[in-house]
């Protein structure tokens, strides 16, 4: 059981997406302007850009229709910004969002369905650790350690704009966290507060390295943290089909609560290229 209701945990984690928005705003100066970092909103709908970084997961819309419905003419305008700047994008629906259509209107403006996960969460309140967890040294990283977490997740031959990218400083109210094996960075995630809402994610382990309970010692370091730093739930997603995840969360608590959508839409040029590669 979680204290709060699906919707209302729907609502809590738009906090999530107000701070990712104000980050993009506010944040690092240096990453602001290598990359075109961004954001406006619309309708209570926050657009999320990167002007140079052309995709899909650099540039998102979050919170459509969860305060209020999502009117034609804030489609439209959150539609038209990306398409004029020719920036592939993903937008996020919650099963609570308003109008009920809303993914068919997507699908109507020439959106296409890009994948679905589970919204999971747990009370934090009287936490409890398992003491048989493996001995594993688990350890915040700094800034400086960025670019690490990215080659973890794009392996070597990631292109250099794209693990510059994905090596970009946290936010100021996320921390990294990392398991090392030497000087080799072999696991990582990562836990964001919002309020009294704790919201994990970026786990990746190395291949070579997986089946050794580094992200479980991952899952309950950052649990500990954010009960210590007061949130009162924990909430995180898994893809449908990762089950070894669900797994892994649910042995620590949490529940499904409800399932997002993602809609995703590519310049003509890049569906071209997909077409011719795949």
């Not at 990392?178 to 990582?188: D, N, S």
């Amino acid at each position: 059981m979680t204290p709060l209701s699906p919707r209302e945990l729907a609502l809590a984690r738009r906090a999530l997406g107000q701070q990712r928005a104000a980050h993009r705003q506010h944040g690092d100066a240096a990453a602001r302007q290598a990359f075109g970092l961004g954001a406006f909103e619309v309708g209570h709908a926050a657009a999320l850009y990167a002007r140079n970084a052309p995709w899909l997961g650099a540039n998102t819309i979050v919170n459509l229709g969860t305060l209020e419905p999502a009117t034609p003419e804030v489609l439209a305008q959150l539609l038209t910004f990306f398409r004029d700047a020719a920036l592939p994008f993903v937008v996020i629906v919650t099963p609570f969002a308003e109008p009920a259509d809303l993914p068919e209107q997507l699908l109507g403006a020439g959106l296409s369905p890009w994948s679905s996960h589970w919204v999971l969460a747990r009370p934090l309140p009287g936490l409890d650790i398992p003491s048989s967890q493996p001995a594993v040294a688990v350890q915040p990283l700094t800034a400086e350690q960025g670019e690490a977490v990215g080659r973890l997740m794009l392996g070597d031959d990631a292109p250099a704009e794209v693990l510059a990218f994905m090596s970009r400083p946290a936010g100021p109210h996320s921390t990294r966290y990392g398991v090392w094996a030497g000087t080799q960075l072999i696991a990582t995630a990562e836990l964001t507060v919002a309020g009294q809402l704790a919201y994990l994610s970026g786990a990746i382990t190395h291949p070579d390295h997986r089946q050794q309970g580094l992200q479980a010692a991952l899952l309950w370091r950052r649990l500990a943290d954010a009960s210590a730093l007061g949130c009162t739930v924990a909430t995180t997603e898994v893809d449908l089909s990762n089950e070894a995840s669900l797994r892994n969360v649910e042995r620590a608590g949490f529940v499904r609560v409800y399932q997002e959508q993602e809609f995703f839409w590519r310049p003509p040029r890049d569906e071209q290229q997909a077409d011719a590669t795949s």
